[in-house]
């Protein structure tokens, strides 16, 4: 007979995910051990194995739930009634207020997505594309006639926004919600108006 699933499964299974994330960020993944995985989570070892068969295992589904996640989030907001300059802003800011509080899987998912098999690591890509094919979108939505047939120009454009946005994680990762929404304010202008729009942001923005 199946053991059944006990009823705080799924809250523990958060709980390792959380703790183990932070061990990740901390220690680097080939130097974790299960053993400071245990203690971190505050329960044995022998408990771990009845979530996970090892560090692999909780490695990939902390990047699969942080990415997915994350996908579901970025791709499925509602934009109804908003035309293409609005809906880049709200993009903007959504991706950068859901960064906050994740610094650690945002860490994991840098340095250690290449330790998980490639058939893991491709279905983990899938997410990142699928938010970088909905933020491409959007940009050849707002400039048709400067996208629409240069594929390599617009995805130079989408990369560069995320690559704005992952600079704030690094430097400003304590931000709270508001330097967050200023600084997606920013971005979103400086895209869609290049310089002169830094005029319509306030200069919330600390050097790093």
């Known amino acids: 007979m199946a053991r ?4 705080d499964h799924e809250q523990k299974r958060k709980q390792i995910l959380k703790s183990a ?3 990740f960020a901390r220690e680097g993944f080939d130097r974790a051990s299960m053993t400071q995985l245990a203690r971190e989570c505050g329960i044995s070892k022998a408990n771990i194995y009845h979530y996970y068969d090892g560090k ?13 996640d994350l996908r579901d989030l970025v791709c499925g907001m509602d934009v109804a009634g908003l035309n293409a300059r609005q809906k880049l802003h709200k993009v903007i800011a959504e991706i950068l207020l859901a960064y906050q509080g994740a610094d650690d899987e945002h860490r994991v998912q840098t340095g250690g997505m290449s330790s998980l098999p490639a058939e893991q ?3 983990l890509r899938g997410y990142q594309r699928d938010m970088v094919r909905y933020l491409s979108d959007i940009l050849v939505e707002v400039s048709p006639d400067v996208f629409r047939e240069n594929r390599a120009g617009l995805r130079a454009a989408t990369m560069s926004v995320f690559g704005m946005l992952n600079w704030f994680y690094m ?8 330097a967050r929404t200023e ?16 005029d319509n942001v306030q200069h ?3 050097p790093a």
């Open 4 to 7: 059944p699933i006990a009823k």
């Open 21 to 23: 994330a932070r061990v």
């Open 56 to 68: 692999d295992a909780i490695l990939f589904d902390i990047l699969e739930t942080y990415l997915r």
């Open 121 to 123: 690591q491709d279905r």
């Open 171 to 178: 430097w400003n990762s304590d931000a709270d919600a508001t």
């Open 183 to 198: 600084y997606a304010r920013l971005v979103a202008n400086l895209t869609l108006d290049g310089l002169n729009g830094l």
């Open 204 to 206: 919330s923005v600390q």
